[in-house]
């Protein structure tokens, strides 16, 4: 069951019950999400996952609550949400969802490394299936594997880097 609310705003949220959502992690997913999760950000908030932290809405209202799911695109599914509208008036959800667009600022708990949490989702993302096999390799897929080639390189380095002047 979905249903739609807005509160007191232009941006309007899609409230969803818990037996409405299917769960990522158990479908498989696109090439072009696979592709946004290699070349954007969202790949850190997968490592949000599970986690409660709150996120910045672009109409100054947030949300509070555990990351229950994260898409490629950043579509947040949120539960035990509290949602603070920019009035200030809080209000309780079982299950929120956030629009990718809405999103401002994503705060990311203390405890989470991001390099390593980077690199992490990354492993449990190439271990994913894909939804549609794409055998044929276009030149913009080649330009974007060999980008993050080398930006994994120059992560190392910077590791490496790190460590030597830590160790001297």
């Given at each position: 069951m979905i249903w739609w609310k807005c509160l007191r705003?232009?941006?309007?949220?899609?409230?969803?019950?818990?037996?409405?959502?299917?769960?990522?992690?158990?479908?498989?997913?696109?090439?072009?999400e696979r592709y946004f999760f290699h070349n954007n950000l969202a790949i850190l908030l997968k490592a949000v996952e599970g986690r409660r932290t709150t996120v910045d809405l672009r109409n100054e209202a947030s949300i509070t609550g555990v990351v229950e799911q994260v898409d490629g695109y950043m579509n947040i599914v949120m539960r035990d949400a509290v949602f603070v509208d920019p009035r200030g008036d809080s209000f309780n959800f079982?299950?929120?969802?956030v629009h990718?667009?809405?999103?401002?600022?994503?705060?990311?708990?203390?405890?989470i490394r991001i390099i390593p949490a980077i690199k992490e989702q990354l492993q449990i993302l190439?271990?994913?299936?894909?939804?549609?096999?794409?055998?044929?390799?276009?030149?913009?897929i080649k330009r974007a594997q060999k980008k993050q080639i080398e930006d994994m390189s120059a992560v190392h380095e910077l590791l490496q880097d790190d460590k030597l002047a830590s160790a001297t």
């Open positions: 705003s232009s941006i309007v949220y899609i409230v969803m019950t818990v037996d409405s959502i299917v769960m990522a992690t158990k479908t498989r997913i696109s090439n072009q079982q299950m929120f969802f990718s667009r809405n999103i401002r600022y994503v705060h990311i708990p203390a405890q190439r271990e994913r299936p894909t939804l549609l096999k794409n055998t044929k390799r276009t030149w913009k």
